[in-house]
């Protein structure tokens, strides 16, 4: 009989020369082309190979344990915060990056506000659905509409809010929404010498508004008291006093009604104004016409005194 050392010696030798098999716990699995992966417990992905149809037809996320080998590294495992831009869909990863998830939506049913199970197949990543689906995910990068809807939501436009901005004479009103508002200086990309050399156009129209008048009734003999330029000038009264309430008195009262102008003691400054431009106008306008019949008047008189006979 042999003795126990040398029993427990071999037994030893035997346990040594037998190679072990590891158990590992894989979690996460999921198909890929015909091909099944698995997460490891420390979050790296595995190739476990390909999928038989009873495989395919099984839960992916179904725990499995063999023995198998690492082939990918660790990576971001799931995606939350899923919310919807029109039609579509965006996650947050886990270090706060947003994602964008190539997801369509079926009838009525939402899509989901999570995603686990994320991999990588080279440089794609694709996540799992809860209902076991696979879905791709892209950077939101590559969607340039999302960034610029971010960018212009943190700007102006405010809409995501319910705030709508809009332009008085150069200023910006914003009406709704609870944002809240700043004074700070907003630099805008305005095209300067366009609007410098559309100050010359508009002279020489207005220039020839006021002295088309004249010319055509000296050289043409016609008379300004017609029909025809009774409604010219009509419709040019009318274009000015609905530029003065319409825009000029619009525009003042959201100036001085500005926050970052301060209070406003006087509630009517912008009215009062308008009252006194009126008033001034309409005096400018009494004491010219005194002017002129002053001085018709005036050559009449020297006129009637020149071609009078003279008495021997």
Not at 35 to 55: D, H, K, M, Q, Y
Not at 124 to 143: K, L, N, R, S
Request: hydrophobic fraction near 40%.
């Amino acid at each position: 009989m042999l003795s126990r050392p040398v029993i427990i010696a071999a037994a030893l030798l035997q346990f040594l020369a037998v190679p072990a098999i590891a158990q590992v716990t894989l979690t996460g699995c999921h198909l890929h082309d015909g091909v099944e992966f698995c997460f490891l417990p420390n979050g790296e992905e595995t190739e476990i190979g390909r999928a038989t149809s009873s495989v395919a037809s099984a839960s992916p996320t179904a725990p499995t344990s063999v023995a198998a080998t690492t082939t990918a590294a660790a990576q971001t495992t799931a995606i939350t915060g899923c919310h919807g831009h029109e039609t579509t869909q965006f996650c947050i990863k886990g270090n706060g990056e947003e994602v964008q998830v190539m997801a369509t939506q079926t009838g009525d049913t939402p899509l989901p506000t999570a995603y686990n199970g994320c991999h990588s197949h080279g440089a794609e990543m694709f996540c799992i659905a809860p209902d076991g689906t696979e879905v791709e995910v892209t950077a939101a990068a590559a969607e340039g509409g999302h960034t610029d809807e971010h960018s212009e939501e943190a700007g102006h436009s405010h809409e995501a809010s319910g705030e709508s901005c809009h332009f008085h004479a150069g200023v910006e009103h914003c009406v709704g929404g609870s944002a809240e508002t700043t004074c700070e200086r907003k630099d805008r990309d305005y095209n300067i010498k366009l609007r410098i050399g559309l100050i010359f156009p508009m002279l020489f129209a207005s220039a020839l508004a006021v002295y088309a008048p004249l010319i055509m009734k000296k050289m043409l003999r016609m008379n300004g008291s017609g029909i025809v330029f009774t409604i010219i000038k009509q419709f040019g009264t009318g274009v000015i006093i609905a530029t003065g309430f319409v825009h000029l008195l619009t525009h003042a009262e959201l100036m001085f009604g500005n926050e970052c102008l301060g209070e406003l003691k006087y509630e009517a400054t912008t009215t009062a104004i308008a009252m006194a431009g009126a008033f001034l106008a309409f005096l400018i306008e009494y004491l010219g016409h005194r002017l002129a019949t002053w001085r018709r008047h005036t050559i009449n008189s020297s006129s009637h005194l020149s071609s009078a006979p003279k008495e021997e």
